[in-house]
T-cell receptor, first 114, second 114 residues
Framework: KNQVEQSPQSLIILEGKNCTLQCNYTVSPFSNLRWYKQDTGRGPVSLTIMTFSENTKSNGRYTATLDADTKQSSLHITASQLSDSASYICVVSDRGSTLGRLYFGRGTQLTVWP | EADIYQTPRYLVIGTGKKITLECSQTMGHDKMYWYQQDPGMELHLIHY???????EKGDLSSESTVSRIRTEHFPLTLESARPSHTSQYLC?????????????FGSGTQLSVL
């Protein structure tokens, strides 16, 4: 069964600190991996999209890494801000259909305290 | 970024009522989707459309129905709402990106059925 597992489930850090969120997947075949940020009560917003040939991709203070061999990805947040408080969702796409089916993780709930 | 709008943001209704959740996008995207999300859980695809007059059921069985009469409009209807339908409903549209799709989400409708 294709799955996307994220850890930790929740995380609390102080403003200004760095943190790393993990995503392990078993989806096969693999097309790309996405990280989304979802604020409470809002829809997800795309942070990064990486294909199997990309190891690292940055978007401001967000840096995603991908190891397609071990089927692991991480999202590193640098110098956290209060506005980073949100759920971060890992999504993996396969190549099994023209739709490019998406497999969603349950997210890591990040809380940044002042 | 795509402009995709969902109304209402919040809806509280009684059992047995018929409801329609609205979703519109102004970017001319052909593909549109409805996802269902419960707290702390992953998004589940319930309906999608490749274009006008095209609708398909998603991975998660749903008693809702959808229609696509216009490119920009993709409403979701529940003929008789039940408490089990209480959830957040997210609409999305997509554009081709490399070999897959880049997904844009609306802000969601939080539905509570009493």
């Amino acid at each position: 069964k294709n799955q996307v597992e994220q850890s930790p489930q929740s995380l609390i850090i102080l403003e200004g600190k760095n943190c790393t969120l993990q995503c392990n997947y078993t989806v096969s075949p693999f097309s790309n991996l996405r990280w989304y940020k979802q604020d409470t009560g809002r829809g997800p917003v795309s942070l990064t999209i990486m294909t199997f040939s990309e190891n690292t991709k940055s978007n401001g203070r967000y840096t995603a890494t991908l190891d397609a061999d071990t089927k692991q990805s991480s999202l590193h947040i640098t110098a956290s801000q209060l506005s980073d408080s949100a759920s971060y969702i890992c999504v993996v796409s396969d190549r099994g259909s023209t739709l490019g089916r998406l497999y969603f993780g349950r997210g890591t709930q990040l809380t940044v305290w002042p | 970024e795509a402009d995709i709008y969902q109304t209402p943001r919040y809806l509280v209704i009684g059992t047995g009522k018929k409801i329609t959740l609205e979703c519109s996008q102004t970017m001319g995207h052909d593909k549109m989707y409805w996802y269902q999300q419960d707290p702390g859980m992953e998004l589940h695809l319930i309906h999608y459309s490749y274009g006008v007059n095209s609708t398909e059921k998603g991975d998660l069985s749903s008693e809702s129905t959808v229609s696509r009469i216009r490119t920009e409009h993709f409403p979701l209807t529940l003929e008789s709402a039940r408490p089990s339908h209480t959830s957040q409903y997210l609409c999305a549209s997509s554009i081709p990106w490399k070999t897959n799709e880049k997904l844009f989400f609306g802000s969601g409708t939080q539905l509570s059925v009493l």
